[in-house]
Every structure is written in C-alpha cells, then in structure tokens.
C-alpha cells in the first residue's frame, strides 16, 4: 500500500509561482514513476509533467518552459516548480504514483488558484 500526501497549493497572481510537494510512503520510491496531473473546473483531468525512475521527464506544451518536475529519492518526495503561472493553470494538482505493476496511486490534489 502506498499513500501520497500533497501540499504546497495555494492562490498567487498572474506571473507568480507556486512549488508543489508530494509525499509518498513505503519503501521503493526510488523505483517508481511520478507524474503531476491537473484538473481545472468542469474539465478532464489532464497530465502536466512526468518523471520516470530513471529521471527521465516530460511535460504537456501547456506548461512546458514554465513548470519543472523532480524528485528526491531521500525523501520519498517529488516536485513541481510552477513559474510564470496564469489564470489557465488554475486547477486542482494530483500527484500520481506507478509502482512496478503498473499499479496507480492517486493523492487527494490541491488546489491552485491563479487569479488577480
């Protein structure tokens, strides 16, 4: 069993930035993809970075440039620098785990609020 605890959200002005933690328990994270996705009001849930055991990273071209994904194996916890951000990006921000089944593991989101 895994568990993701979010935190970092929050409301900032346009052109601010906001840096999103992600907490994972258990052992083996270091072995494990990680993948921030986001979910703005009455729209699908989307995928804004990923980062893959080997630290391989992607984003979507929405945030690309602005957002930066990564990881600290030492403590279990991954990232998301947000810069530059605008209204568009605001959105509830889930974590996502995959373990080495390929089995998903989902954090409860927090919110960010992109407003002036």
């Known amino acids: 069993q895994v568990q993701l605890v979010e935190s970092g959200g929050g409301l900032v002005q346009p052109g601010g930035s906001l840096r999103l933690s992600c907490a994972a328990s258990g052992s083996g994270f270091a072995m494990y993809d990680m993948g921030w996705y986001r979910q703005a009001p009455g729209k699908q849930r989307e995928l804004a970075a990923t980062i893959t055991r080997s630290h391989t990273t992607t984003y979507a071209d929405s945030v690309k440039g602005r957002f930066t994904i990564s990881r600290d194996n030492a403590k279990n916890t991954v990232y998301l620098q947000m810069n530059s951000l605008k209204p568009e990006d605001t959105a509830v921000y889930y974590c996502?785990?995959?373990?080495?089944?390929?089995?998903?593991?989902w954090g409860q989101g927090t919110q960010v609020t992109v407003s002036s």
């Open positions: 996502k785990l995959t373990d080495v089944l390929l089995r998903a593991y």
